[in-house]
């Protein structure tokens, strides 16, 4: 008698996603802006930037207060054998008067308009680690953020 079943390959953890400006374990690298509140003036943006420093750098920026923009990854990602999400990220808040703030979170949907994450975590600065233990399946991983300026360093998947 054989085995029966089938065998779905290894994780690998943590797994980069982004560090430091080299992709791994995407088939479709970059980030796309799904929505974004800068009434006209195209002070927001997702980009992938490098620094004045030569640093590769996954960019956020809503320049103005009470600005705010929404991207995500361009592919979705199979979050079920890992734990966290890890973000290391520079951050600079534009406009002392109001508050200043990130928020990553995940959703199957790839056309989010607000964030109604299926699992978020709201962040000020450095390092920020999001729960999704008890998720599986695919998801894609959204950036916020709202009268600030982020530079997502690295990104990471682990399971502990």
């Known amino acids: 008698m054989g085995i029966i079943g089938s065998w779905e390959g290894y994780t690998t953890s943590p797994l980069y996603l982004f560090n430091n400006g080299i992709w791994n374990g995407l088939q479709i690298i970059g980030v796309v802006k799904t929505a974004e509140q800068n009434m006209g003036n195209g002070k927001t943006f997702i980009k992938i930037s490098t620094t004045n420093q030569g640093k590769t750098v996954i960019d956020l920026s809503a320049s103005t207060a009470q600005y705010w ?44 308009t607000s964030t109604s994450f299926t699992a978020q975590i709201r962040f000020f600065e450095s390092d920020v680690l999001l729960d999704i233990s008890s998720v599986t399946g695919n998801y894609y991983i959204y950036f916020y953020t709202y009268t600030s300026f982020h530079q997502i360093v690295q990104l990471y998947l682990t399971g502990a």
């Not at 592919?75 to 966290?84: A, C, P, V």
């Not at 890890?86 to 534009?94: C, D, P, S, T």
């Not at 990130?102 to 949907?109: P, Q, V």
């Open 69 to 112: 923009v929404l991207g995500r990854l361009n592919q979705s990602i199979n979050l079920s054998t890992y734990n966290f999400i890890r973000l290391k990220i520079n951050a600079h808040n534009f406009d002392r008067n109001y508050p200043s703030y990130g928020i990553l979170g995940i959703s199957d949907n790839p056309n989010l």
